[in-house]
Structures are given as structure tokens and as C-alpha cells.
């Protein structure tokens, strides 16, 4: 799995033609704030994290991780879309507790995938439906690597001409593996589009963990802006999290994102 994305992102990077070149800065930035856009990106999300709790030491941690992310749209001749996202987390270092204290460890997390079907939109209104995977590539010490999930997952968006707004929601259980899993999430984004290729506004991920009955909640903010380097738009842009409910013996406390985001040229569109 790792290898495949990998592939994928060279062969992507190393294009330099694709759909979006005779798009306005504008044009492109809006179709960014669409989750079901049929632009080819690249998501890197770097991800600075900081916890509080009740075990020992817990307000003391701090983990790094990025998240890589390609979005590689199938366009149909009907209008529809086929929605493929693979994502892999590489976590830098990240806190385990192991016995009395935490250890700082390093490694790939478990992968996963988006696969959706998005028809054509009506009115600026689309939807997706289609299923949330993960699979256990992870490496077991920092706790992953142990099991496969399988749910259903929707989106709906409305894209207004200088805003987007929209919902994202999926629940995933265990369907192999040594870990019980059965967990609910979901996204509600606003974005404004002022031009200039600039958004901004929230995309809170409320989380719910149906074993440990516990909620995560955060605070969100972000604001980013599109440009073109080389004649290739780029996505930049920076999050905050502050997690107002979360586990009490160890869960994130604030969480600091910086995103760069290629659109590049769909090495798969043909497939279909």
C-alpha cells in the first residue's frame, strides 16, 4: 500500500500539464474547497500535536507526524464521479505509554482509504457515498498494525459563489484483527471565498469511540490561500485544533496543521 502512493505521488509531481492550468487562481481555490472536486491534488499535512490527562507525565507529551494524502478523482462521462483517497500517516515521534511512563516512538501508522461514488451535481449540491477503510499497516509499537475496518461513508456540499459549506460523515467497525473497534465520525466545513485565492473557516472532526464511550471534540480554524508556482496551483494553508472534550486519562489538547496541497495531473483519470 505504502508503495502504490508513493508511486503515485512521484509520477504525479513529475507531470507538468493538467486540467487545471487554464483555470484563474480563483476558479481553482474554489474548486479546492469542494471535497467531491474533480481536480488531481496532493494533501501533506504536517501535524504538531500537544496532550493533557491523568497518567504520569501526560501534559508533557508532544508528537509530529505527516499525513500523506492524494485525491485521485475518476471522472465519468455521465457526470458522475469515482471519489479514490488513499492517506498513510508517518509518524516522526509519538507518545506511548508503556508501564509506568511514555516512551517517544517512531513509525508508519495504519493506512486508509476513501472510495466513493459522487453523481453529478445539481445546483452547486453534490453527495458521495461509498466506505471507509483501513488496513493494518502500521508498526505495532507504536500501537497500530493490528486491525482491518470496514463502514459506510456520505458527503454533502453546497458550493455558493464565494463559500462552501458541507458535511462529511462515516462510522467504521472491526472486521479482522485483535482490536474491537466501532467508532463514528464527522465533518461539518464552513469555508469563505473572499478571491484572491484566499479561504478561511472551520472544519471541526467530532469523534465518537463507541467501546470506550468517549467523545472528541475540537475547536477548529483555519485560513489558506492558492497560488500558482511554475504554472501549478498550490493549496497553502494552516489549522488549529483545541479540543474542548477528550479521552481524561490522555487525549490531544491542541493540535497545530500546515498543509501543502499540488494539484497535479490524474495519472488514473483514464482508467475509467
Known amino acids: 500500500m505504502t508503495k502504490i502512493i508513493l508511486a503515485l505521488m512521484l509520477s504525479a509531481l513529475s507531470l507538468n500539464v493538467f486540467a487545471a492550468k487554464e483555470q484563474s487562481t480563483d476558479e481553482v481555490a474554489k474548486e479546492l474547497a469542494n471535497p467531491t472536486s474533480a481536480l488531481a491534488s496532493l494533501h501533506f499535512k504536517f501535524q504538531t500535536r500537544t496532550f493533557e490527562g491523568d497518567l504520569p507525565n501526560a501534559d508533557e507529551q508532544q508528537s509530529n507526524s505527516i499525513l500523506f494524502q492524494p485525491s485521485m478523482p475518476f471522472p465519468l462521462d455521465n457526470g458522475a464521479k469515482i471519489l479514490f483517497r488513499p492517506a498513510i500517516p508517518f509518524y516522526l515521534d509519538t507518545p506511548v505509554f508503556k508501564g509506568a511512563d511514555f516512551s517517544d516512538e517512531s513509525g508508519i501508522g495504519d493506512s486508509s482509504i476513501d472510495l466513493m ?28 498494525g493490528e486491525t482491518t475496518t470496514l463502514g459506510p461513508e456520505y458527503y454533502y456540499v453546497k458550493m ?42 472551520t472544519q471541526p472532526t467530532f469523534t465518537y469511540d463507541w467501546e470506550g464511550e468517549q467523545w472528541t471534540v475540537p475547536l477548529n480554524f483555519n485560513v ?40 497535479v495531473e490524474n495519472v488514473m483519470a483514464d482508467w475509467f
Open 117 to 144: 461514488y459522487s453523481p453529478k451535481a445539481v445546483d452547486g449540491v453534490s453527495h458521495a457515498f461509498g466506505t471507509y477503510i483501513t488496513l493494518p499497516t502500521g508498526d505495532e509499537k507504536i500501537g497500530q
Open 160 to 201: 455558493n459563489p464565494t463559500s462552501a459549506v458541507g458535511l462529511l460523515a462515516f462510522h467504521h467497525w472491526d472486521v479482522a484483527g485483535d482490536v474491537d473497534v466501532s467508532q463514528s465520525t464527522s465533518q461539518i466545513f464552513l469555508v469563505a471565498l473572499p478571491g484572491g485565492g484566499w479561504n478561511y473557516g
Open 224 to 263: 489558506g490561500r492558492t497560488v500558482q508556482w511554475n504554472e501549478r496551483p498550490w493549496k497553502l494553508s494552516v489549522e488549529l485544533d483545541y479540543y474542548v472534550e477528550k479521552n481524561e486519562d490522555f487525549g490531544p489538547d491542541w493540535m497545530l496543521t500546515f498543509r501543502i496541497s499540488p494539484v
